[in-house]
T-cell receptor
Framework: DSGVTQTPKHLITATGQRVTLRCSPRSGDLSVYWYQQSLDQGLQFLIQYYNGEERAKGNILERFSAQQFPDLHSELNLSSLELGDSALYFC??????????????FGPGTRLTVL | DQQVKQNSPSLSVQEGRISILNCDYTNSMFDYFLWYKKYPAEGPTFLISISSIKDKNEDGRFTVFLNKSAKHLSLHIVPSQPGDSAVYFCAASARGGADGLTFGKGTHLIIQP
């Protein structure tokens, strides 16, 4: 158990809909990262938050957005869903910024299926 | 453009022997490297990391070697055990690990009894 929790575990929805994925980081971690794992693209970095502020963006679509709340949990919002958005979505957390011991610990993931 | 490459999709090793997993990278800005182990439908599990200021890091049965001039790193598992069978991902980051990780496609390690 990494200490990172994600809900829900599974999500099935239809094209055009909007969903919210939730992540609680490990106790004490200030950084939260979101990743997408699809069959063809592998594990891809989407976005990072540090202590409530957006820190870095990766390959995140404009239809996707995220935020980190004062209690440090984070939510990833996916809208206007398409079939190709079906994937595993992982959240990871780490203590901070570039300390050299900045290993990211991953949650169990949310499996999103868009029908 | 794949910045982190794991050229062996799979590797089969006998129990008790050494497993060597390889990874190459192209981005010179990467200065922090990690190995993760992953089972299907689970999140990646952190194994070991190395900063670019080092060329070797050990943790129990796991050792990671970094060759900066060749932009190459490897993970050695000695001795290999049946529970090591999983997909292993190499990942890299810039700014001392502060950036999001760039992952390789993974190597499926199979430990044979």
């Amino acid at each position: 158990d990494s200490g990172v929790t994600q809900t829900p575990k599974h999500l099935i929805t239809a094209t055009g809909q909007r969903v919210t994925l939730r992540c609680s980081p490990r106790s004490g971690d200030l950084s939260v990262y979101w990743y997408q794992q699809s069959l063809d693209q592998g594990l891809q970095f989407l976005i990072q938050y540090y202590n409530g502020e957006e820190r870095a963006k990766g390959n995140i679509l404009e239809r996707f957005s995220a935020q980190q709340f004062p209690d440090l949990h984070s939510e990833l919002n996916l809208s206007s869903l398409e079939l190709g958005d079906s994937a595993l979505y992982f959240c990871a957390s780490s203590p901070g910024l570039g300390t050299g011991h900045n290993e990211q610990f991953f949650g169990p993931g949310t499996r999103l299926t868009v029908l | 453009d794949q910045q982190v490459k794991q050229n062996s999709p799979s590797l089969s090793v006998q129990e008790g022997r050494i497993s060597i997993l390889n990874c190459d990278y192209t981005n010179s800005m990467f200065d922090y490297f990690l190995w993760y182990k992953k089972y299907p439908a689970e999140g990646p599990t952190f194994l070991i990391s190395i900063s670019s200021i080092k060329d070797k890091n050990e943790d129990g049965r796991f050792t990671v070697f970094l060759n900066k001039s060749a932009k190459h790193l490897s993970l050695h598992i000695v001795p290999s055990q049946p529970g090591d069978s999983a997909v292993y991902f190499c990942a890299a980051s810039a700014r001392g690990g502060a950036d999001g990780l760039t992952f390789g496609k993974g190597t499926h390690l199979i430990i044979q009894p």
